[in-house]
C-alpha cells in the first residue's frame, strides 16, 4: 500500500513530468562511483552529527524500528534517463531531522557513505516528506546494487543527490560539497532546469 505518491512533484518544477533531455526507461540501470561495498548486519551504523542538539547513532535493528512509509516516486539520473513510478519504503528525512533537532544555524546537509561518497543539499530541500532514507524497492530489502541496505532517494533532484550505501547525515551550517559536487557537477541540481553540471 502506497502511503505518498509523490510523482506529481514535477508541477512544482516545470510542465512535464519527464524533464528536458530525459529518456524513459523501464530498466534500473546501476551506476555508482566505484564498486558495491560490503557490510555487515551486525557493526552497520548510521549516524547522526554537526549542527544538531541530539547526535544520533542507530544499530540495524534501530534503525528499522523507525516510522516508516512507501512512496511512489519518479527517479531521475544525471546520465539522462528517468524512470517513473518507483517505488520505495523507508524513513522521511523529517523524522530523522526532528529527533536530532536540528540547530537554527543548520543550512545543509551531507550524506556520507559507506564507499566514501558525500553529497550536499541544502537543508530545504531536506526537509521534504519525499526525501526518503530508503530500505526497499518495490516491497523488498534494498538491492545492494541500488545502494542497499539503505540509500538516500530525492525525486526532485537528480539522483546522484541521493546517495546510495548512506551510514549517515552531517547538518551544517556552512556548505561542504560532496564528491561529485567537486568535480564540476550541480550543487543545486535541479532536472527541469537541467542543471547536471556547475556553472562556475
Not at 137 to 158: D, K
Given at each position: 500500500m502506497v502511503d505518498r505518491d509523490a510523482t506529481s512533484i514535477y508541477e512544482e518544477f516545470g510542465d512535464e513530468r519527464l524533464p528536458p533531455g530525459q529518456r524513459r526507461t523501464e530498466r534500473f540501470p546501476v551506476l555508482s562511483k566505484s564498486g558495491t561495498p560490503s557490510w555487515d548486519m551486525e557493526t552497520w551504523e548510521f549516524t547522526v552529527t554537526g549542527a544538531v542538539e541530539n547526535e544520533l547513532a542507530y544499530s540495524w535493528a534501530e534503525f528499522n524500528d523507525l516510522p516508516r512509509e512507501t512512496q511512489l516516486q519518479d527517479f531521475h539520473c544525471v546520465t539522462g534517463w528517468s524512470r517513473f513510478d518507483t517505488e520505495f519504503t523507508g524513513v522521511t528525512f523529517p523524522t530523522i531531522a526532528e529527533r536530532a533537532a536540528v540547530s537554527d544555524d543548520a543550512e545543509h546537509v551531507l550524506f556520507h557513505a559507506l564507499d566514501g561518497y558525500t553529497t550536499n543539499l541544502s537543508l530545504e530541500e531536506c526537509l521534504r516528506e519525499e526525501v526518503l532514507f530508503a530500505?526497499?524497492?518495490?516491497?523488498?530489502?534494498?538491492?545492494?546494487?541500488?545502494?542497499?541496505?539503505?540509500?538516500?532517494?530525492?525525486?526532485?533532484?537528480?539522483?546522484?543527490?541521493?546517495?546510495?550505501?548512506?551510514?549517515?547525515?552531517?547538518?551544517?551550517?556552512e556548505p561542504k560539497r560532496g564528491y561529485w559536487e567537486k568535480r564540476g557537477y550541480s550543487n543545486t541540481a535541479n532536472p527541469w532546469d537541467e542543471e547536471r553540471y556547475s556553472t562556475f
Open positions: 530500505l526497499e524497492l518495490e516491497g523488498q530489502p534494498l538491492p545492494s546494487e541500488h545502494g542497499g541496505p539503505l540509500r538516500v532517494v530525492t525525486p526532485q533532484r537528480y539522483a546522484y543527490k541521493g546517495a546510495k550505501w548512506v551510514t549517515g547525515v552531517e547538518f551544517l551550517s
